[in-house]
């Protein structure tokens, strides 16, 4: 068995730990990260593509954002839609920020990249990770390499980017943690098609039939969602199906969408998610690892990308003076603004899709809750707020 020593063992080459490494090392501060699958499967996995202006910061202050600033996508505001009746929340107008577009997928590349150029020691394909003496000043990490050499890592704090059904939170002890969850009664089915976006900003909908949401990836290149049933799969959608779905619920816009053949589409579930704390000794969640929220919004990588730059401060904090307030002070200050985005991941998830349980009354409520942001500048300001980003 070979050690390996360093500060920071990472487990989970998502984005969370992929910034992580980046951050420590612009410090000066030396990681190791130890991923359970392959570096191609990290690279195609597609997720959300909206960034808020923290996430770009955070990219900046890695010395990732040059391809970011040259191919993102940026926008003035946001459009809402209900039963084909729809307005734009001028977002830039209000907070002085853009909307930013530009994928996850991409993200991820860029970071891969930037660790590779340095050399950073990322272990792929490595899925038995153990964690040990977590409450000790020398945690440890043991796992096994694809050519079947077992390492152990002994390192001084471990970060658990391992995202929803990593190892991390697991280790904790079930004494030590409480889960607090919300499941929906749906799931979002995603289409990614090589046609111009329908509108040059992102369309949430909510209409009779079932939620829909509008985004892109490029100017040739759209991503698309409707609200699925529970329990139904991609078999369950033809792209005609999907088509004929997505364009009903988008009202008069949906006229002039491109439609053409999928060159994906997968089905995944909503759930809001927190494990409290986010930290037990030496061991630090960010990102997934801690916490989940639903789609809407596109919040689950901004809320990452908060944690990985509050959790690298606090590290390059308490290294520098040996203070152990920094790290302590880690899981209270993620957790108050992972709750309130947490809550407006919620909030904009409830007013904007069809419930089966939902009477008429939450049906009228949905409805005031829009007609209300429509007229008031109070309403506006408060999502413009939130979908740009909170202040961390
Ligand atoms: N050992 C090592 N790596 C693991 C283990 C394990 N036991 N379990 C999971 N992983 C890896 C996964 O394979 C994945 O590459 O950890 C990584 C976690 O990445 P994500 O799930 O992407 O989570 P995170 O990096 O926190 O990213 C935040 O933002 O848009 C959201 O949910 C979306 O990915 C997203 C996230
Ligand atoms: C996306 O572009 O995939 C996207 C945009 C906004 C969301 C979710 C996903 O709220």
């Known amino acids: 068995m070979e050690t390996l020593k360093t500060t920071v063992a990472i487990i989970g080459a998502g984005p969370s730990g992929l910034l992580l490494s980046q951050l420590l090392h612009q410090a000066g501060i030396d990681s190791l990260i130890v991923e359970r699958t392959s570096r191609?499967?990290?690279l195609e996995r597609i997720r959300a593509g909206v960034l808020e202006r923290g996430?770009?910061?955070g990219m900046e202050e890695a010395g990732c954002a040059a391809r970011l600033h040259a191919e993102c996508i940026p926008h003035d505001g946001v459009i809402l839609s209900f039963d084909g009746e729809q307005f734009e929340i001028p977002v830039r107008e209000i907070t002085g920020y853009h909307v930013i577009v530009y994928g996850q997928t991409e993200i991820t590349k860029d970071l891969i990249e930037a660790c590779e150029a340095r050399g950073q020691a990322i272990y792929w394909e490595c899925p038995d990770a153990v964690l040990a003496d977590l409450e000790t000043a020398v945690p440890k990490v043991q796992f096994t390499t694809p050519e079947g050499e077992t390492h152990r890592i002994e390192a001084e704090i471990v970060a658990g980017c391992d995202g929803f059904h990593g190892v991390c939170r697991q280790s904790i002890p079930?004494?030590?943690r409480r889960a607090f969850e919300r499941t929906y009664p749906f799931g979002w089915l995603g289409v990614l098609v090589d046609e111009p976006p329908v509108a040059h900003n992102v369309i949430y909908a909510n209409h009779e039939d079932g939620f829909a949401l509008a985004s892109m990836r490029s100017e040739t290149r759209s991503r698309y969602y409707v609200q699925s049933a529970p329990g139904e799969t991609v078999e369950d959608w033809s792209s005609d199906r999907f088509w004929e779905a997505f364009t009903r619920?988008?009202?008069?816009l949906g006229q002039q969408v491109r439609t053409g053949e999928p060159i994906e589409m997968s089905i995944a579930p909503l759930r809001s998610f927190v494990s409290e704390p986010m930290r037990f000794g030496r061991l630090f969640l960010a990102g997934d690892s801690a916490h989940i929220v639903p789609p809407t919004g596109a919040k689950g990588l901004n809320l990452a990308f908060a944690d990985v730059r509050r959790l690298s401060r606090a590290i390059i904090t308490w290294k520098d003076g040996g203070q152990d307030a920094a790290l302590e002070a880690y899981s209270v200050e993620a957790l108050a603004r992972v709750w309130k985005i947490e809550r407006f991941s919620w909030y904009l998830t409830s007013m904007m899709h069809q419930f089966p349980e939902h009477s008429g009354f939450e049906k009228?409520?949905?409805?005031?809750?829009?007609?209300?942001?429509?007229?008031?500048?109070a309403g506006q300001k408060t999502i413009a707020e939130n979908y740009v980003g909170l202040q961390f």
């Not at 619920?249 to 008069?252: I, N, S």
């Not at 009228?364 to 500048?377: K, L, N, T, V």
Request: charged letters at 40%.
């Open 40 to 42: 191609a499967r990290v």
């Open 55 to 57: 996430t770009v910061e």
């Open 174 to 176: 079930e004494a030590r």
């Open 249 to 252: 619920r988008l009202g008069a």
């Open 364 to 377: 009228r409520m949905q409805r005031a809750e829009f007609d209300y942001i429509r007229s008031s500048e």
